[in-house]
């Protein structure tokens, strides 16, 4: 490849939206240019008046600040060979082309529409040079009239035109199967086959990027350049991006473009990426890059000359690996738009629901579609019990939930059954020291002295500090609890271990109150000599109350988880092999059953087979593991998770 500065330019219609394809011409562009340290220029190609969309300009800008392709001139830029709108340079056009006129390399034409219409040159339907005869004083006279009239290129008919593309090597077109192109319309505005060659010279691009749709027709632009005596770019031609093996994808027929993949969910690197791939081939077997990589790795060597298929499978592929490696800051902030969509909307906490989707998602927008089950569960197809690699079918899943059911439920009742018996301790420890204090009263008349009563008054207040301190012990010891529940997640304990670790928890407890409680009888008695006794009859009422009011709330707790596992075992029992695995709803709980291999690892498990809807759509918040549930080879280790979801 010849040195030179590398000066190259992205040079799109305003026409809508940003089409993939131009996107990748875009980043080859970049790619090339910021490989050899060059510049990337912005012109905006808007002699087509008809097709101009306003605010057109605005979206490629955004397209490709988004994409991280960065220009060095162009509108926003600015740069020393501006205006970068082909439209403010319309007198440079017409000059140019009065030139090429006063040369002979290009002629006025007056041929009226109907006239263009029938006529035919060389057997092939196309103009016909008719005005090139034209003497300079009639074409005078008709300019003088103000007839309307064009300026075409005065090609020759004899002899070939040749020149090399980087890509496909030598191009060769004989010059009699070129038309005589328009180089300024009637309105003054030059074509495409113009313009854009005075903007090359003039802007000092050295590379053009395009399509090979300009194969053929670059030849014509070479005479151009001759005509004037410039130095020619190097030509880099593009394969286009196919819809299919027949169809191109195009924006003029709705294909998708880089906004629609935004709002699909995509990540805007991950679709950068993708279509980088589309027409270059890198050395080695990477697929994912980096832009730095991208430019390290580009390489006009590596450009194919065969057409490439647009597969949104794979891309969507892509996009997913990007999702898992992003931060959970970073995934919750793009998925947070999603979840507002959803069926959840403003229901839960999306974070639980947010922390297991990244690994399960390809595209931001499945999420609303992951987490309906919530209010849209579906039956499970009888099927998919159905496995004859694992040697699994109905019979053996619904033997699995059913033993899981059974063991859920003894730890259910056990965890309730230390709560209760932590109620009950404290209830009958605060009636104690109630009862204790109000006996003080029938004492007083056999006490007496001033320091008797100030030693009973700071007992009382030990004692009433003790009380205090009642609700905090309670806390610790509910700490302690909760910590055995997730040692038991953490190590995956045996339901066996689990029952023997929550008795020793029950024993902690059960042993912290009756210490409370004979501190209580001790500072009662003692009280009960102090007339300050008195403060504590008073109270009498108040801790009757409390009492009562705890006792209430552990039991509607109890009632509550033995009635979610009930409905469990009951649909079992039932044995609905649609249903087994279905999220229970018992009022504003969901109780749910998942494979916790599957949920870590995404591998094909047991619990896939048995759950795969419940699987797929696994969000909520982990109360506790357990394991194991065998009913297969040895090797098998089928764990689950049990859930608890509660409306907001």
Not at 34 to 43: D, F, S, T, V, Y
Not at 89 to 99: F, G, M, N, T, V
Not at 554 to 561: F, H, P, R
């Amino acid at each position: 490849m010849e040195k030179k500065e590398v000066r190259t330019r992205f040079a799109p219609s305003p026409t809508g939206f940003m089409h993939i394809g131009n996107l990748r011409s875009a980043l080859y562009g970049y790619l090339f240019v910021k490989k050899h340290n060059g510049q990337m220029i912005l012109r905006i190609e808007d002699t087509d008046v008809e097709r101009y969309v306003k605010g057109a300009v605005e979206v490629i800008y955004k397209t490709c600040d988004e994409a991280g392709v960065i220009f060095d001139e162009g509108p926003r830029e600015g740069g020393p060979y501006g205006p970068y709108v082909q439209s403010e340079r319309k007198p440079i056009y017409l000059e140019h082309a009065k030139k090429l006129v006063e040369q002979g390399d290009a002629y006025y034409c007056f041929c009226d529409k109907e006239r263009l219409e029938t006529v035919t040159f060389m057997g092939t339907k196309r103009y016909d040079k008719h005005c090139l005869s034209l003497s300079k004083e009639e074409v005078q006279r008709r300019l003088d009239a103000g007839e309307s009239y064009v300026i075409r290129q005065n090609i020759p008919i004899e002899g070939e035109s040749s020149y090399t593309d980087l890509v496909f090597g030598e191009i060769t077109v004989p010059n009699k199967d070129m038309e005589d192109n328009i180089l300024i319309k009637s309105d003054g505005m030059p074509t495409y086959n113009f313009a854009h060659v005075v903007d090359d010279h003039l802007m000092h691009v050295t590379y053009v990027i395009r399509g090979n749709e300009y194969l053929s027709s670059t030849p014509k632009y070479n005479l151009l350049y001759d005509a004037f005596g410039w130095e020619k770019p190097q030509y880099i031609h593009l394969t286009q991006i196919m819809k299919d093996e027949t169809r191109k994808l195009s924006k003029r027929h709705g294909d998708a473009n880089f906004d629609d993949f935004i709002r699909k969910g995509y990540l805007p690197h991950a679709i950068v990426n993708y279509i980088a791939l589309l027409g270059w081939s890198p050395k080695g077997t990477q697929e994912k890059f980096t832009m730095k990589e991208l430019i390290e790795n580009f390489s006009v060597e590596g450009l194919s000359k065969s057409n490439s298929i647009f597969d949104e499978k794979k891309m969507a592929w892509l996009n997913g690996e990007y999702i898992k490696e992003l931060s959970f800051e970073e995934f919750y902030k793009y998925a947070l738009p999603y979840f507002e969509k959803s069926s959840i909307k403003g229901r839960y906490d999306y974070e639980p629901f947010a922390r297991l989707l990244q690994t399960r998602i390809e595209i931001f927008s499945e999420i609303p579609e992951k987490v309906k089950f919530i209010d849209e569960y579906q039956r499970f197809p009888s099927e998919k019990y159905e496995n004859q690699r694992f040697k699994i079918d109905q019979e053996l899943a619904y033997n699995i939930l059913k033993s899981y059911l059974e063991k859920a439920e003894k730890i259910a009742k056990g965890i309730a059954g230390i709560i209760k018996s932590a109620g009950i301790i404290l209830l009958y420890t605060l009636l104690t020291a109630g009862v204790m204090g109000a006996a003080g009263v029938g004492l007083l008349a056999l006490v007496s002295g001033p320091q008797i009563i100030l030693v009973a008054g700071l007992l009382t207040l030990g004692a009433i500090a003790l009380g205090i301190l009642t609700p905090a012990i309670l806390l610790v010891a509910t700490g302690i609890v909760k910590i055995c529940e997730a040692i038991m997640g953490v190590f995956k304990m045996d339901p066996e271990k689990a029952s023997k670790v929550a008795k020793g928890v029950a024993g902690i407890i059960k042993s912290l109150f009756t210490i409370i409680r004979y501190t209580y009888l001790a500072s009662a008695v003692l009280a009960s000599i102090a007339p300050m006794s008195i403060a504590l009859l008073l109270f009498v009422p108040l801790i009757k109350l409390g009492g009562f009011v705890i006792k209430t709330v552990i039991g509607v707790i109890l009632k509550t988880a033995l009635s979610i596992v009930d409905s469990a075992k009951k649909i079992v029992n039932e044995k609905s092999e649609n249903e087994a695995n279905k999220v229970l709803k018992k009022g504003k709980y969901f109780i749910m059953i998942i494979g916790s291999n599957t949920i870590q690892t995404g591998g094909i498990r047991l619990e896939q087979i048995i759950i795969k809807s419940a699987i797929n759509h696994g969000f909520s918040i982990t109360k506790s593991m357990l394991k194991p549930i065998r009913g297969m080879r040895n090797t098998m280790k089928d764990e689950y998770i049990l859930f608890f979801l509660k409306e907001k």
